[in-house]
């Protein structure tokens, strides 16, 4: 950020009176332009025909990670609520006819800004569809999963939980759960002392 | 928003390609400018001695509702997790010492492009103090909550989705659940259909 979008005048970094972090502030108008994490929202849609259960994953057209797979998610926005952002970011980007259920996962990405978030969902037919974003969306049941070319860490750690917790409610043993996780970008002094 | 923070020309309200919502654009530099939800984060700090529970409140000595109690919350800000967020809201607006616990809610506002989660917490000791955006704390037992001058709808669901889990597990009913609600200003059209 170098100007003021109010005034166009340059801006600075300061704490402003009362705060305690730098911001960057209007030399001329006053205003603090306040930054703030971002909330990423996306759906685990799942095709269940008499317990062969198949999850759909997308195979990104775009970059960061140009050709890897992940669950449909995308950047929530302005007048829409969480589970809103999901189900479109589902239609956008796999063209997919979804029933959004319960939210199930939460996981901070602090060093990128970002918290993600996915809901269960079923989908409603196989009608589905790469959008412009998409390169591919397959079906993939749970020993199909690509775990070498998931696209990031949160859509990994997200349909291990789900398939757990799938396997569990199989068994009768109790039934999908709300899971939370941060993924922690490893800190310089351990991977220092790990090398020592 | 009117100018460009990167080049500080004037920004237009334009539907970017392969988008479909209008986003603010440098008429100049070309550069998108998204704006996107905003987290706040919170926590329910809670004193137990012997089953005699009460639950923290914060007078709020800044606008909106100056004057009235609210669980301490606050912008989430980049470089931190919602946890860690919901704890150092709570020392900067209570000064209190808590351990956070799970997440209790999650509430969308999404006429003002929030989304509110508050944390489980216990308070580990009495010795706190209102911060700069606080006329007082206050402990309150249950049968004590101010009903008519919280300040927010978030906060009154979360104390009644917090007191109903709490009465249920102390009847040996049940644990703390994980609650989600959306907050939706009434709309035109229903406003008007009552009226008639
Ligand atoms: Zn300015
Ligand atoms: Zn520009």
Redesign the interface.
């Known amino acids: ?9 340059p ?1 600075s970094l300061a704490i402003p009176t ?1 705060d305690n ?1 730098p911001r960057y502030v209007c030399n001329h108008c006053g205003t603090i ?7 990423v929202l996306g759906t685990i849609p799942v095709w269940d025909e008499d317990g062969d259960m198949r999850i759909m994953l997308c195979k990104r057209a775009i970059e960061p990670r140009h050709g890897l797979w992940t669950l449909p998610a995308g ?10 952002a999901a189900m479109r970011e589902t239609v956008e980007e796999a063209g997919a006819n979804i029933e959004v259920h ?2 199930f996962s ?1 996981l ?1 990405v ?2 990128v ?1 970002q ?1 993600h978030m996915f809901y269960r969902a079923t989908l409603l037919d196989l009608d589905y569809a790469a959008g ?1 974003e998409t390169l591919e969306v397959e079906m993939f049941a749970a020993d199909e999963i690509p775990w070498e070319q998931i696209a990031f860490q949160t859509v990994s750690h997200t349909l291990r939980f789900f398939l757990e917790d799938h396997a569990a409610r199989s068994n009768g043993n109790g039934g999908y759960g ?1 899971h ?1 996780m ?1 993924i922690l970008k490893p800190r310089p002094a351990l991977v220092a002392a790990d090398a020592g």
């Open positions: 950020m170098n100007f003021c979008s109010e005034c166009a005048h801006v009362g972090r332009h306040y930054q703030n994490p971002k909330m950047f929530m926005e302005n007048n829409e609520t969480t589970a809103e319960e939210l939460l901070n602090p060093h800004h918290v412009i709300f939370t941060d």
